[in-house]
DNA sequence: GCGACAG
DNA sequence: ATCTTGTCGC
């Protein structure tokens, strides 16, 4: 792996961070008989984009008030976090959303037809937090200025990476063919879940898998699920793969995150980044022209399903 | 009210 | 990508 120093303590502070952690702290502060939101949380975080992310989080909260066996001090008040607009929001226990509605009102917060009762002047808004994602979008746009965008690869063979997910557990496999599109090997590593998906930050979920397992063989290009430069920082994981591991990258992505289309090109603020092939979003991540981005991903899309049933099946196999 | 929203 | 606790804009 890539010794620059500067990287690896980038690339060693994303595997430390906990966004599970950082969401659960913050709603701990919610005091009782008061109620904050999603979307509030999202923005203490450090982009409302993750609202969604908050949910999901809080769906997988191990130490809600409902549980017997986790001290007080431990326990993270999720039912204190209901949507924007006042509706009380889901909950995930045997009761469901009546659980939540009975926790609230113990606290003396009123439901009525699933509507928190006064609750403008219920909702707390004064977290004390370090805008972990406002960080995070800073270190895309500063590592996205070292991208190279131009062909700096030798094609001696070509790794095709993907990651599934079960629970709190990654796993990542890595489909290796040689430059004929033969099929040479596979390599597998797991890893712990810190980061949710949240939408222009996949690289921080997906990024400490895939590095597990460059570790233990490094192509000499990737594709990767996801985009390199058609990105609102023109920071997509296979950017960011390539920048932090030094290693030519390209994005290929089932959907369009953002971006134009015309004809086959893919333009980003006007700017050609990518191009339709097949089904298909492309755009080079790191050492890659636009035009071999193309190329290769015409040559080798079909690995692309490979790669993702390889990471499938991981979660099936019991050898992890 | 429905779709968007990398994975 | 899962196995479902959102938000905004049209
Ligand atoms: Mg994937």
Do not use: W
């Not at 949710?196 to 233990?216: G, S």
């Not at 699920?225 to 997509?236: F, S, T």
């Not at 089904?279 to 899309?301: C, D, N, Q, T, W």
Request: hydrophobic content about 40%; glycine content about 8%; charged content about 30%.
């Amino acid at each position: 792996m890539a010794k620059n120093n500067r990287k690896e303590c980038i690339h060693k502070r994303m595997r430390t961070l906990n966004l599970y952690e950082k969401c659960y702290d913050l709603v701990k502060q919610i005091p009782p008989g008061m109620v904050s939101t999603y979307g509030l949380i999202a923005e203490a975080l450090g982009d409302k984009i993750a609202a969604r992310a908050v949910g999901k989080m809080l769906g997988e909260n191990q130490r809600s008030f409902l549980r017997k066996d986790v001290p007080e001090e431990e326990k993270v008040p999720c039912h204190r976090v209901v949507k924007s607009d006042g509706a009380i929001g889901g909950f995930t226990s045997e009761g469901g959303v009546s659980d939540k509605i009975a926790l609230l009102c113990a606290e003396g917060v009123k439901i009525v037809d699933g509507i928190v009762q006064d609750f403008e002047t219920r909702v707390f808004t004064d977290f004390k937090t370090d805008y972990p994602l406002a960080r995070i979008r800073k270190e895309q746009e500063m590592l996205s200025r070292e991208i190279l965008i131009a062909d700096d690869y030798k094609l001696t063979d070509v790794g095709i990476v993907d990651v599934a997910y079960y629970g709190r557990k990654a796993f990542c496999a890595l489909v290796v063919l040689d430059a004929y599109g033969e099929k040479k090997g596979v390599f597998r590593a797991v890893c712990d879940v810190m980061f949710p998906y949240i939408p222009t930050y996949l690289a921080y979920r997906e990024l400490p898998p895939i590095f597990n397992v460059l570790d233990i063989y490094r192509p000499s290009i990737l594709i990767i699920d996801g985009n390199g430069i058609l990105h609102p920082r023109g920071m997509g994981i296979a950017s960011h793969v390539g920048v932090l591991a030094e290693i030519p990258a390209i994005g290929a992505a089932k959907s369009l995150l953002t971006g134009e289309l015309r004809d086959d090109k893919i333009l980003l603020d006007g700017k050609h980044v990518g191009y339709v092939v097949e089904k298909y979003f492309v755009s080079p991540g790191h050492r890659v022209s636009i035009e071999s981005a193309r190329e290769l991903v015409k040559r080798f899309h079909t690995y692309i399903r490979e790669a993702h049933r390889e990471a499938g099946r991981m979660k099936s196999t019991s050898d992890f």
